[in-house]
């Protein structure tokens, strides 16, 4: 049998070498198709696939959210948790100083996020070249990746790790794609567009494709007009994607010019640093805590002042009622009413029910309807 990792070569090299045109439109999706499909299979182990390829390493998930640092060696990744959390981590200016994963916690305001210092990776990881694919899989379970450029080095190490993290299934800042797809024991393919496609993707390609992957019975809707066939293709692999937010981050800024330094920074996603002279790395930090789409809550209880050394996290677009859910299952049982302080509030404080929509740092006091209950209606239980 051949081996994958050849049959990926073949296709990747055969997609090279066809022109795209309309002419050759079909054949090409009908390529990534297979691409896709070998990638996901490299991925889960099994025969074939060299064992365990998909496992990271071993290092279990704590605090209110993860963040992995992703990139290439020596590009500072090291040098930047050693400077934004209590952790060591080794740096140095020879390639390949970090070999595992190392967890820091970062403090921002009462809440705890981890970030994960990870081994640099190299072109080629998502085949397994290096530590690749086990990064690549810490990566994955994260919820943002910072990653982690050299602002010396060339514009197309961001476009190489970018297609290194695609290979995977690893999709950054985007929202999976607006199409529904279900397969079915029998009655042929059902094909609907929700209005007429922009992107190329028409009923032949989507027939062709799904007949690749063995699927003869299905029902498609595309609801987005700009759906690509990429995009299909994912839906189809859904199990093996994983959209995740992504944080450009141009470290040793030190070390270019003015004009330079401007350009980087009106990338979109983007943020610029230098971990050696100390520079941005708070507004690193903060770009962080917004991608992460968090707010602190704090509480109070009445007659004191509110607990600012721990917050309660809750994601962006919570109401009172997620609150209360964060404290304690049974909380909302003996609910009467919130008070609140902060961003949320019309006046200071404001008496407010479940479905108020909370703000980032807002102080909240909730009062119950049975006083035994109360103490235990304030802070974390
Ligand atoms: N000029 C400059 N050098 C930096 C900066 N930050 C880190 N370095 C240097 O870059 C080199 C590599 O730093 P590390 O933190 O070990 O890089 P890494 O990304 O963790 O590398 P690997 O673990 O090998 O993947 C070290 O010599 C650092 O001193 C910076 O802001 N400016
Ligand atoms: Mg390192």
Redesign the pocket.
């Known amino acids: 049998m051949v081996n994958i990792t050849e049959k990926i070569k073949e296709i990747e090299d055969e997609m090279k070498r066809t022109q795209k045109n309309k002419a050759t439109e079909y054949h090409l999706g009908l390529l990534k198709g297979k691409l896709a499909r070998l990638r996901a299979q490299l991925l889960e182990p099994g025969p074939g696939a060299g064992g365990a390829a998909g496992t990271g390493f071993d290092v279990s998930k704590a605090g209110d959210a993860r963040i992995a640092l992703v990139?290439f060696?020596?590009?500072?990744?090291?040098?930047f948790l050693s400077r934004v959390t209590k952790t060591k981590s080794e740096?140095?200016?020879y390639?390949?100083?970090?070999l595992t994963a190392i967890p820091g916690v970062l403090e921002y305001g009462g809440a705890e996020i981890q970030v994960l210092d990870l081994?640099?990776i190299i072109e080629g990881a998502a085949e397994g070249k290096g530590r690749g694919r086990q990064v690549i899989s810490a990566a994955k379970t994260s919820d943002l990746i910072l990653m982690?450029l050299d602002a010396t080095k060339k514009a197309e190490q961001r476009r190489l790790l970018e297609a290194e993290l695609y290979a995977v299934g690893i999709r950054l800042n985007k929202d999976p794609p607006n199409i529904y797809l279900k397969p079915k024991k029998a009655g042929g393919m059902k094909i609907n567009f929700q209005s007429p496609p922009k992107g190329g993707l028409d009923e032949k390609m989507i027939y062709q494709v799904l007949k690749d992957y063995k699927i003869l019975n299905a029902e498609v809707l595309i609801r987005d007009e700009n759906a690509t066939i990429d995009d299909f293709i994912d839906i189809i692999n859904i199990n093996h994607r994983k959209y995740i937010k992504c944080l450009y981050v141009y470290?040793?800024i030190?070390?270019i010019s003015l004009p330079h330094l401007d350009q980087l920074a009106r990338e979109p996603h983007t943020v610029i640093m230098?971990?050696?002279?100390d520079l941005g790395l708070q507004d690193v930090v903060d770009r962080c805590w917004e991608e992460l789409q968090l707010m602190r809550i704090y509480t109070k209880k009445r007659g004191d002042d509110p607990d600012f050394s721990e917050a309660l996290i809750v994601r962006r677009g919570s109401t009172i009622e997620d609150v209360c859910d964060q404290i304690h299952r049974t909380i909302k049982e003996t609910f009467k009413f919130a008070l609140v302080w902060g961003a949320s509030a019309k006046h200071m404080p404001q008496r407010v029910g479940l479905s108020h929509l909370v703000a980032d740092e807002d102080v909240v006091s909730i009062v119950g309807t049975k006083s035994g209950t109360r103490e235990a209606m304030f802070g974390k239980v």
Not at 73 to 79: C, D, H, M
Not at 95 to 98: E, L, S
């Open positions: 990139g060696p020596s590009v500072g990744k090291s040098t740096a140095a200016s390639a390949f100083t970090t081994p640099g982690i470290n040793k030190d070390a230098s971990c050696e002279l």
